[in-house]
């Protein structure tokens, strides 16, 4: 039992050496590509009041266009008030998106968390890496993550929702049936782990073609 303990910390460890290097620097990218577009936001003013004065309506529009699909780059990442949130969202969505999977998030931390980011992290980390798998195998138009983050009262809430292969899940006492192997199994178990610890409340539901997970984590 210890040499497993040993292991399980270990991987543990990994992840969260993951977290920590891999995603805060996709944070750190995101926000230098807002704070450079704020930076650049005078000379794009003086560019189109040139164009103005010159009444080269065509050349502003053009402008226009090239700097609305900027701003809506910039606005498409996740910002929920957490920058490591941010980090691990914006990480697992991009990678979604690259599987050709969407990915439909409101995600908002509007207040200091008590918890440990690393714990929030694990979890959304898991959760996202779960759905993603299942998303995966299934045809383009049910590729989708549903992701909803808010807080209730004094807990944060946490919803992941994504289509399955139209099967009701199997559920094996309090985890449901997974073909994905032993990393997907640990990752179920790693986050029950983290929320039993932390005194929340998870539930797990597969009804109507869709998986939920649903998480509530204290705050006080």
């Not at 008590?114 to 993603?132: K, M, P």
């Amino acid at each position: 039992m210890g040499l497993l303990s040993k292991r399980i910390d270990a991987r543990i460890a990994a992840y969260q050496r993951e977290l920590i290097e891999t995603h805060y620097r996709e944070v750190d990218n995101m926000y230098r590509q807002i704070r450079g577009w704020r930076h650049d936001y005078r000379n794009h003013i003086q560019t189109m009041k040139a164009y103005a004065a010159a009444e080269d309506w065509d050349a502003i529009r053009r402008y226009l266009e090239l700097l609305d699909k900027d701003l809506t780059t910039v606005d498409t990442v996740i910002k929920t008030g957490n920058p490591m949130a941010d980090a691990i969202l914006n990480s697992k969505i991009s990678l979604a998106k690259a599987k050709g999977i969407s990915v439909v998030a409101d995600a908002q931390i509007p207040v200091r968390l008590s918890s440990s980011e690393i714990d929030l992290c694990c979890i959304l980390g898991n959760l996202f890496d779960n759905a993603i798998e299942a998303a995966a195998g299934l045809p383009e138009d049910k590729r989708v993550i549903r992701v909803y983050m808010d807080m209730k009262n004094t807990q944060l809430y946490i919803s992941f929702t994504n289509f399955t292969a139209g099967k009701k899940l199997k559920k094996e006492g309090k985890l449901f049936h997974s073909t994905k192997g032993e990393g997907h199994g640990f990752g179920l178990v790693r986050i029950d782990a983290i929320v039993e610890r932390l005194g929340g409340y998870l539930s797990r539901n597969s009804e109507d073609g869709a998986f939920t997970t649903e998480i509530l984590l204290p705050q006080v």
